[in-house]
């Protein structure tokens, strides 16, 4: 038998059987777990304080503008760039350069994790599993995005993926924390 | 699951699937490891490298040794 046979042989080996009870403990898990997103939102959901807020603001806004203005006119001026959006620069590639200007916006997105990127054919399930780990130095922003999620801390994500899911490659334990889904909803 | 023609096909598929799951579950961790990233989940040695903090030359090195170290368990049983 080859190395090439063997690859083969391992290619065409399912990781983890369909099991339904397994995907309803996914699913419950995923709607136990509220999504970082929907919590930051919610926090605002109070109308009469949304408008307190909105109203101190304004006061506040109209204060600075009153007396800064003409400073800050003079800056606008300076800093004005041609105006126009930068090409190609989706949340995706954000994401995995590093996750620049995660924290200018609050707005929710929701990310394509693209199967070749994260995962194989095979993989039945966890792609994020598998992107908790991927990244190394230079993605650490958006590997604690989406570890964090499930896992205490970078450290023990790392740990988690190495101790407990390389060893089974049926991916069991992964899928008990991870979506199955390829869509994920992230703060930007 | 692939399909298959016949129960027996099933059968023995099964037991070629499970043989092969128990050798790459005998495994050592550094070596399931790499075999895991690269065939299951599809990734690239340049990814699997960034992942194991290892260049990706010193990862096919690795995944190469891994697979004769499977192949030498499933001698004589596949």
Redesign the interface.
């Known amino acids: 038998m080859t190395d090439s046979q063997v690859e083969n042989l391992l290619r065409q080996m399912p990781l983890a059987e369909p099991s339904a009870a397994l995907d309803d403990k996914v699913e419950a898990f995923m709607r136990a777990s509220e999504p970082l997103c929907v919590s930051a939102v919610r926090r605002l959901s109070s109308w009469g304080g949304t408008s307190v807020v909105a109203a101190a603001c304004l006061v506040i806004g109209l204060f600075v503008g009153h007396i800064f203005g003409p400073a800050f006119a003079t800056n606008d001026r300076i800093s004005q760039g041609n105006g126009e959006p930068v090409v190609g620069a989706n949340l995706s590639s954000q994401m995995l350069d590093g996750g620049h200007g995660e924290h200018t916006s609050k707005t929710v997105v929701t990310v394509d994790w693209t199967r070749d990127r994260v995962s194989g054919p095979q993989m039945q399930g966890p792609r994020v599993a598998m992107f908790c780990a991927i990244g190394g130095k230079n993605f650490v922003t958006s590997k604690e995005q989406q570890c964090l999620r499930c896992h205490d801390g970078i450290t023990v994500a790392e740990t988690d993926f190495r101790r407990e899911h390389m060893n089974s490659p049926g991916f069991e334990t992964c899928m008990w924390c991870h979506d199955t889904s390829v869509r994920r909803e992230v703060r930007n | 699951?692939?399909d298959t023609e016949s129960p027996a096909e099933d059968v023995l598929t099964a037991e070629?699937?499970q043989i092969?799951?128990i050798a790459?579950?005998d495994l050592d961790?550094a070596d399931?490891?790499v075999?895991?990233?690269k065939?299951?989940?599809?990734?690239t040695f340049d990814?699997v490298g960034?992942?194991l903090?290892q260049s990706a030359k010193t990862v096919a090195t690795r995944y190469?040794r891994a697979?004769?170290k499977?192949?030498e368990r499933?001698?004589g049983q596949?």
């Open positions: 699951m692939p070629r699937d092969l799951r790459v579950h961790d399931r490891e075999i895991v990233m065939i299951f989940a599809g990734l990814a960034e992942i903090y190469r697979l004769m499977l192949e499933l001698r596949l």
